[in-house]
C-alpha cells in the first residue's frame, strides 16, 4: 500500500519509522511518504491561510496549495502501467475532520484493502470547502473524525489513523493470530490478561486459566469481554 500524507508539519510523522509500522515500510509492504503542504505555494512567505470569507475567527487554508498538492499525488500510479489490468488507480483521499464520520475499527479494516491513501492534514479552522469538491474528481474523498473532541489538527489523528490501519495490512503484524482477539474486532471490548508469577503482591490470577481445561477458559473469557463492554461501553451492545 502506498500512503501519502500532507501537512505543515511533516516532522509529526517521523514517529512512523519506528516498530512495526516502521520495519513495514523497511521491507516495503508500506510505501509512506510524507510532504509538506507548503512545497505547493508559490509566494515568498509560502502562504497556507487566508481571513475567512463572512467573517469569524480564526484562519481557513487556501485551496491552492491543496489543489496543486493533491494533483501531483493523486496521478501516481500504483503499480506498474505497463502491467496488465493494473493501469492507474484512484485513491482514496482522507480529510481527518471533526465534523467526519467517526473512524471506527471497520473503517480500518475498510481502507487497509485499498492501494492508495492520501490524507490531508488541516490546520487553523479548516480547509476551504471547494478543496473537497476538487478532490472527489480525483478520487474518493472520506471526512473522518477520531471521536468527538477537538484537536487543534489532523497530524494526531492521521498517526493514529495509519497505526490502525497499517497493522492490518498483511505481513505487518508478525502473528496474525494476535489481530483475532483483541478489543472491537468482534464488537466486544477483549478480556483481561495475564502472565507469571501466578501470585504477584497478593494477587491470584484467576485459576480457570491455569487449569488447563480450554473449553473452560474460552468461555470464562466470553463472558469477561460481555461483562466489560456492558460496564465500561454498553453502547457497543446496544447496536
Ligand atoms: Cl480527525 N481532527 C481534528 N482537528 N480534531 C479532531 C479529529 C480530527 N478527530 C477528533 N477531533
Known amino acids: 500500500m502506498r500512503i501519502d500524507v500532507v501537512s505543515i508539519f511533516p516532522s509529526y510523522f517521523d514517529g512512523l519509522t519506528l516498530s512495526l509500522l516502521g520495519k513495514a515500510r523497511d ?22 491561510d487566508d481571513t475567512p470569507y463572512g467573517g469569524g475567527a480564526g484562519m481557513v487554508m487556501k485551496p491552492e496549495p491543496w489543489g496543486l498538492a493533491l494533483d501531483a499525488l493523486a496521478s501516481r500510479v500504483a503499480a506498474p ?74 497530524e494526531v489523528a492521521v498517526m493514529a489513523m495509519i497505526e490502525a490501519i497499517g497493522r492490518l495490512i498483511p505481513g505487518v503484524v508478525g502473528n496474525p493470530d494476535s489481530l483475532v482477539e483483541e478489543s472491537h474486532e468482534d464488537g466486544l471490548l477483549e478480556y483481561p ?14 485459576p480457570i486459566l491455569l487449569s488447563g481445561n480450554h473449553g473452560a477458559i474460552a468461555a470464562w473469557r466470553r463472558e469477561q469481554q460481555l461483562e466489560r463492554t456492558r460496564r465500561r461501553r454498553p453502547d457497543l451492545l446496544a447496536d
Do not use: M
Not at 521491507?27 to 497556507?48: C, M, Q
Open 81 to 154: 502501467a505497463d502491467e496488465p489490468g493494473r493501469a492507474e488507480q484512484r485513491p482514496t483521499i482522507v480529510f481527518p475532520s471533526p465534523a467526519g464520520e467517526v473512524f471506527r475499527q471497520a473503517t480500518a479494516r475498510e481502507l487497509a484493502t485499498r492501494d492508495h491513501l492520501i490524507f490531508g492534514c488541516g490546520r487553523y479552522e479548516g480547509i476551504d470547502e471547494r478543496v473537497f469538491e476538487e478532490a472527489a474528481g480525483l478520487g474518493e474523498v472520506r471526512l473522518i473524525s477520531l471521536g468527538d473532541y477537538v484537536l487543534n489538527g489532523g
Open 27 to 48: 521491507s516495503g509492504i508500506l510505501d509512506v511518504n510524507v510532504h509538506d503542504l507548503r512545497d505547493w505555494t508559490s509566494d515568498r512567505h509560502r502562504t497556507v
Open 193 to 206: 490478561s495475564y502472565t507469571k508469577p501466578s501470585l504477584w503482591r497478593g494477587r491470584e490470577v484467576p
